[in-house]
């Protein structure tokens, strides 16, 4: 399979679009205006406690305040909080004050947030779900570094192993490796990724994850609140973090200080690839180039076609996003109903995997199937739902269908989805869907060339109107355009325009001025 990266850059956002055999499978944007995004750490203030939730919302610089609630604190709080409290004042350095706290003294799993936190208290806390509508940003307390090959937590003392490795013996090495580096007060957890590495390279990943925590001592230090302590990598770096583990065929960037920035990462976490890395000098645009622009247009409306004329429905709601499955052309009755309603919706089960990672699509998903008789081909259709989600990133569960036909997915939605508006609003009706009645055209116009004749007293007028509308005012010996003239006593001419809509009037004086509507 071939897979391939393509970045877009200009000077409001960049565009990260993922191709698996030339097909968009996934559409990433970071927008260059400083938006509080997933991984950044804060140092912010308490502003207000809300018992009744057990949470509290916290000044982060955001217009809505961000919510954290008592379980998101974290079990080793207490000794993040001292040692919050204690930098700008203690008189041991940053870093013997840190590897100093104490983390046996754990916080209740049961207990109240008023008891934790008051207002006006400075905290430290890292963004896990970006401002969507009108909520703030979710926060934890649970700060981690997030690297290739591990994630760094401090205020732990714990190492963890991805469950994926499954090698025993792997893991005890990489167990033993780690504790053998671990400073004190860090703990870690070993990704996927690391399986097979050398100490060398796990260790210099460690020392760069700890730098980061560590550089951002001096700004806690100043107490300054709301302040932005450090942030994840860029969208696009951070994408290459998650995305390398698959062997990409090309990764194309039409701008060279990013092309360099993601060599350079590239170089560090896996020096094999960075031969794939290329700077895209084209004279076209590079997602026309790639024919990324197309598939947009094609894949972000609100009916999405998919094989055999079959087409999905999707809507979006503040609480939930629903799919509607339609068989199109390809309804069939009789013996082969049965087979043709599973067919499509096996085809769209694959539209819909790919349309929840293209749009990043979260919280609750209905999927309302077109009805099967069959018990087996339901379940069939929900295995086949498991398979084709397997790839994606975002934590995600699907329930079997219901006796109704829908399929229920929760996932994991840590920003907003993505929406990308690939209509526009009618000239005609102006986004209502309503137009002025054609039976009272005239009338209409009879009314406005009354008021320009005896409210502005021109006597020479002209209007533009649509040839259709043209042919109905001119038609016959005497017509409504003559009978108006001769009613109003004046001059009234018609000029024809294809680019006004059916009922559109234009209004111009003796001197070819366009009057106010």
Known sequence: MEKDLIIDVNTTEVSIALLENHRLIELNKEQNNGRYSVGDVYLGRVKRIMPALNAAFVDIGDSKDAFIHYLDLGLAFRGLDYFTRHIGQSK???SALFSGVKLNDILEKEGKIADVLKPGQLIVAQIVKEPISTKGSRLTAEISI???????????????????????EEKKRLERLVYSILPPNYGVIIRTAAEGKRAAVLDGELKSLIKKWEDSWAKMAKGTAPQLLFTENSRTTTILRDLLNDSFTNIYVNDEA?????KDYISLIAPEHEKIVKLYKGGVPIFDHFDVTKQIRGSFGKVITIKGGAYLIIEHTEALHVIDVNSGIRAKSGADQEQNAFEVNMNAAEEIARQLRLRDMGGIIIVDFIDLDNNENKVRLFKHMQALMQNDRAKH???????????????QRVRPATEIITTEACTACNGTGKISSSILIDETIERQLAYYVKEKGHKSLTIRVNPILAAYLTKGIVSIRMKMAMKFKCTLKVKESTENHILQVIWYDSKGEKLAE
């Open 397 to 411: 569960n699907i329930l079997p269908l219901t006796r109704f036909g829908l399929m229920q997915i929760t996932r």
């Open 146 to 168: 997030a690297g290739r090959n591990m994630v760094l937590i401090p205020f732990s003392d714990k190492v963890n192993i991805s469950q994926k490795i499954t090698s025993k």
């Open 92 to 94: 041991l350095s940053h």
């Open 258 to 262: 990013i092309c360099n920035e993601v």
